[in-house]
Nanobody, 122 residues
Framework: HVQLVESGGGSVQAGGSLRLSCSAS????????MGWFRQAPGKGREGVAY???????QRYADVVKGRFAIGRNAKKILNLQMNDLRPEDSGVYYC?????????????????WGQGTQVTVS
């Protein structure tokens, strides 16, 4: 199992930036694929970006391409750099992990989830 803890959420004005981080602990075979998802009030959980920690393949949702960047550092901290934020980017952002990236941006495909961190863009 993998335990995930997000940090870095907050409130920002439109056009601003935030950086989210996700630390992972536990059995590391379970985090071959890591991603970020978000959920706005009254909406389903939406895939934002994911990456393979084996070959560094990355994929982004069209609505965040060119503005968000996913990465993982040597300490195995997963980051999401969010630039040019818009009000529609607001929501609770979740870090997720799974053994495989077959599910891509589909939330149902990820077995492990963090508790979420709030992002509010006004």
């Amino acid at each position: 199992h993998v335990q995930l803890v997000e940090s870095g959420g907050g409130s920002v004005q439109a056009g601003g930036s935030l950086r989210l981080s996700c630390s992972a602990s536990g059995y590391f075979d379970s985090d071959n694929c890591m991603g970020w998802f978000r959920q706005a009030p009254g909406k389903g959980r939406e895939g934002v970006a994911y990456m393979s920690t084996l070959n560094w393949y990355q994929r982004y949702a069209d609505v965040v391409k060119g503005r968000f960047a996913i990465g993982r550092n040597a300490k195995k901290i997963l980051n999401l750099q969010m630039n040019d934020l818009r009000p529609e980017d607001s929501g609770v952002y979740y870090c997720a992990a799974d053994r495989s990236c077959r599910g891509g941006l589909s939330a149902e495909s990820y077995a492990y989830w963090g508790q979420g961190t709030q992002v509010t863009v006004s």
